[in-house]
């Protein structure tokens, strides 16, 4: 069956679920349950004019989280009120249960200008739940704490955590960052519920005082047509960085890592896969490594060329540095669905889902990279191990129960 036929098959609801839903809620029988998304930076305008003809966002590797709400509304046969941050409507006809509204919010600036830019976002998403009275509001970790803190009290508010407030196993202390936090957990007790991309992710919205048992946490999931029939790994031959091109995901120390082994072993090579604001850093490290010839930079890839690029690699490396957290790390999990095992920095969450395929090494420490990759390199058994522990893993990712929409439906309950 086609990725096409199954896109919209996400969530995983009881056959009662807008009874349950509106029960839940304190609503009568004959009432629509109204939710407000606060969408975030990424697209849900154009993934929603994919979902709408039953088709799969092409850009992304996983079933989007926009597309799983858009699922969750239509089988909660509910009505939705999206605050993007694209300053278009959808080129298609819409139901009438799925209202956009722009909310811009501009990102990157420093200092006066970033807090006028988070006040003034603030300020929009607020009048426009003003204007929409929604039953329930669902808000992702990288919203102001300010905006959380005043959303209306007759919502019931989830938080839904993509993103770790700080990078696992380091706690801020310092004075400043103390206070951040602060400020922060008493926001946060706006929260009743939330969706998290990874169990650190929810350890760390408890530690912040949130109800344990309201958090709700969930496997990204891969549409079966990414599905391959995929052999075990026995030789380390290709490596891989899939991901955002920054310093602080550790691409240059990727870099310099296989700078230091490609003339122990020639048949190894690199590819790397992505954009951002290091693509300038990225080629002039290339240009200055060992064995140039042998690092393929690719750019930005849609999902099929992801795909065709796991299903070609070898090894994954995700490299992480202190200076930025991870709330899971997904292409360690489409890595996994290839049975490519990866090598993760210490602060990546994503191995939690994958035990006994994955190397660890810790973050910023470039020396213990090069050994891990030259560990592998030198031993089949090893990675041969890593990638049939990543292959008998793979189920989870085709759950649709454990999907984010299933267990957004969950945390609206709670």
């Known amino acids: 069956m086609s990725n096409e036929a199954l896109v919209k098959d996400c969530v995983v609801l009881p056959d009662n679920a807008p009874t349950i839903a509106r029960v839940a809620l304190g609503l009568q029988s004959h009432t629509r349950v109204r939710i407000a998304y606060i969408c975030g930076p990424g ?3 154009g993934t929603f004019e994919h979902w709408a003809q039953g088709r799969h966002d092409p850009r992304t590797p996983v079933i989007a989280y926009s597309a799983m709400f858009y699922s969750l509304i239509e ?3 509910a009505e939705a009120l999206m605050l993007v941050e694209q300053s278009r409507q959808p080129e298609i006809d819409k139901e009438a249960r799925f209202r956009f509204v722009y909310t811009p919010h501009p990102r990157g600036r420093g200092g006066l200008a970033y807090h006028l830019d988070e006040a003034t976002f603030t300020r929009n998403v607020l009048e426009a739940l003003s204007a929409w009275p929604a ?9 102001p704490a300010a905006l959380i803190s005043q959303l209306p009290r007759a919502s019931r508010i989830i938080l839904t955590a993509h993103n770790v407030y700080w ?10 960052k103390r206070a951040r936090l602060w400020r922060l957990a008493r926001a946060l007790r706006r929260v009743r519920s939330a969706v998290c ?11 912040l005082g949130c109800e344990h048992s309201r958090m709700f946490v969930e496997t990204p999931q891969i549409l079966p047509g990414f599905f391959p029939q995929a052999l075990p790994r026995s030789h380390c031959n290709r490596l891989l960085y899939l991901g955002r091109i920054e310093a602080n995901k550790g691409v240059l120390d990727l870099i310099e890592a296989f700078s230091a082994i490609a003339d122990i072993f020639p048949g190894l090579s690199l590819d790397i896969a992505g954009t951002g604001s290091a693509n300038e850093q990225v080629r002039a490290a290339i240009s200055r490594a060992h064995a140039p010839n042998r690092i393929r930079f690719h750019g930005l890839l849609d999902a099929n060329a992801v795909h065709a690029l796991l299903d070609t690699s070898d090894l994954l490396i995700c490299p992480t540095r202190l200076e930025s957290g991870e709330g899971l790390a997904l292409v360690v999990i489409e ?9 993760v920095s210490s602060i990546v969450p994503a191995k939690d889902l994958l035990n006994g395929a994955c190397e660890v090494f810790p973050a910023n420490d470039v020396a213990a990279l090069t050994e891990v990759l030259r560990a592998l390199a030198s031993n089949n058994d090893s990675l041969r191990a890593l990638s049939d522990a990543a292959l008998a893993q793979r189920s989870q990712f085709l759950d649709r129960s454990l999907s ?11």
């Open 43 to 45: 697209d849900a305008v």
């Open 135 to 143: 039953d329930a509001i669902v808000v992702g970790t990288d919203a």
């Open 335 to 343: 890595a996994g669905v290839h049975g490519v095992p990866s090598v």
């Open 167 to 176: 990078p696992m196993g380091t706690r801020p202390s310092g004075l400043v």
């Open 75 to 77: 089988a909660l046969d």
């Open 404 to 414: 984010w929409g299933t267990q957004l439906y969950r945390a609206l309950l709670a």
């Open 197 to 207: 991309t990874s169990q650190e992710c929810a350890n760390q919205i408890v530690a």
